[in-house]
């Protein structure tokens, strides 16, 4: 009995596959996270949330979702207003995947909480000490309020946007609104 050797497409298609993986991990370090990936899976999003930016009151928060924007865009997020250089924090505990540039939000942070739900905080002034794979904890901060990207020239504040995984934007000002009671999250520091 012979043992048939698999064809070539298969042996292309698993090393092709093979280095695709490596080629993420390599560009996504917040992949070899896969203890807390699973782990923020299996919890819920969480139904309220603190304000992300330092010494803001819910109450201080006028919700902005679906306010017209240029080229036809509509507003998918909550603006913050706060003096520049104001301590920006991590809403919930999470995976950091992204610490860099984009056209419209400038200085962005993006974090992958429970429920594998996003927190995007973009505008910022300048980053913390963080890098994409950092583990968070809620209240870890993660930049400075600022007006970069689309918002220069803008008062400074924070865009902060909430995403289910696989797209589409809810409305952030419900569930900051829903910490009516002041539950300010204390600073912390990554370990």
Do not use: C
Request: net charge positive; charged share 15%.
């Amino acid at each position: 009995m012979s043992i048939k050797r698999p064809p070539k497409v298969y042996t292309i298609a698993i090393g092709a596959l093979g280095l695709a993986i490596l080629i993420a991990v390599w560009n996504q370090p917040a992949l070899l996270r896969v203890g807390t990936l699973l782990s923020l899976l299996n919890k819920t999003a969480p139904p309220k949330l603190p304000v992300p930016v330092e010494d803001v009151a819910s109450r201080e928060l006028e919700d902005t979702w679906g306010a017209p924007r240029s080229d036809n865009r509509r507003h998918e997020g909550i603006d913050i207003f706060a003096p520049l250089g104001r301590p920006v924090l991590s809403t919930t505990n999470g995976v950091v995947f992204k610490v860099g540039e984009d056209s419209l939000g400038g200085h962005v942070v993006r974090v992958l909480g429970p429920g594998w739900q996003w927190h995007y905080y973009a505008h910022l002034d300048r980053f913390a000490d963080i890098k994409p794979g950092t583990i968070v904890q809620q209240g870890t901060v993660l930049g400075y309020v600022g007006n970069t990207g689309n918002a220069i020239g803008t008062p400074h504040h924070l865009h902060y946007g909430v995403y289910r995984f696989l797209g589409g934007a809810q409305n952030p000002y419900p569930l900051l609104a829903a910490a009516r009671e002041e539950t300010k999250i204390a600073k912390t520091s990554i370990p």
